[in-house]
T-cell receptor
Framework: GEDVEQSLFLSVREGDSSVINCTYT??????LYWYKQEPGAGLQLLTY?????DMKQDQRLTVLLNKKDKHLSLRIADTQTGDSAIYFC???????????FGKGTLLTVNP | DAGVIQSPRHEVTEMGQEVTLRCKPI?????LFWYRQTMMRGLELLIY????????DSGMPEDRFSAKMPNASFSTLKIQPSEPRDSAVYFC?????????FGPGTRLTVT
């Protein structure tokens, strides 16, 4: 089945850019998502990209997709302490609504 | 809209007891998903419904788990009998497009 991999931890300084990476195995993955989870809360949808796109930008967030390498990244510009959370990458096929999640990356923003 | 509503937020029960988790999706959403989150296994899709009909229940761990959606505004996930290894956070999510919106979760502890 589909496998989604993320590094577990990332630590940055406030004001720097953060880049969270994700790789997946199923080349037929059509929808690729980034979710944010704060302690004790549910998952908040940040953004998603369709597989025919290379890049999507939304305010401080930039998503890059390399389909050839099956690599997805999320860049957060001007990272703030409020961005500290766990970030999940998730993928879904074209006809299937089932999301497969990575284990999540804990982003720590240091003042 | 109030978002996806889940109840209870916390549940502590003894092994062998029946547990029922409840979910109210966002009004107008025709897809409903049940996920389980644990440290060991991360986020796993248990089952999802479309227009109240179960579409994929391949993630339901065993016969002790059952889910129903009697109408468009209510779903339950039942565990009978519960076991300590069922301890996890259970999330409900709903969507009408490819964007899944998550509830705050139910933290289940089985002692």
């Amino acid at each position: 089945g589909e496998d989604v991999e993320q590094s577990l931890f990332l630590s940055v300084r406030e004001g720097d850019s953060s880049v969270i990476n994700c790789t997946y195995t199923d080349s037929s993955s059509t929808y690729l998502y980034w979710y944010k989870q704060e302690p004790g809360a549910g998952l908040q949808l940040l953004t998603y990209i369709f597989s025919n796109m290379d890049m999507k930008q939304d305010q401080r967030l930039t998503v890059l997709l390399n389909k050839k390498d099956k690599h997805l990244s999320l860049r957060i510009a001007d990272t703030q302490t409020g961005d500290s959370a766990i970030y999940f990458c998730a993928v879904a096929g074209g006809s299937n609504y089932k999301l497969t999640f990575g284990k999540g990356t804990l982003l720590t923003v240091n003042p | 809209d109030a978002g996806v509503i889940q109840s209870p937020r916390h549940e502590v029960t003894e092994m062998g007891q029946e547990v029922t988790l409840r979910c109210k999706p966002i009004s107008g959403h025709d897809y409903l998903f049940w996920y389980r989150q644990t440290m060991m296994r991360g986020l796993e899709l248990l089952i999802y419904f479309n227009n109240n009909v179960p579409i994929d229940d391949s993630g339901m761990p065993e016969d002790r788990f059952s889910a129903k959606m009697p109408n468009a505004s209510f779903s339950t996930l039942k565990i009978q009998p519960s076991e300590p290894r069922d301890s996890a956070v259970y999330f409900c999510a709903s969507s009408t497009t490819r964007e899944q919106y998550f509830g705050p979760g139910t933290r289940l502890t089985v002692t």
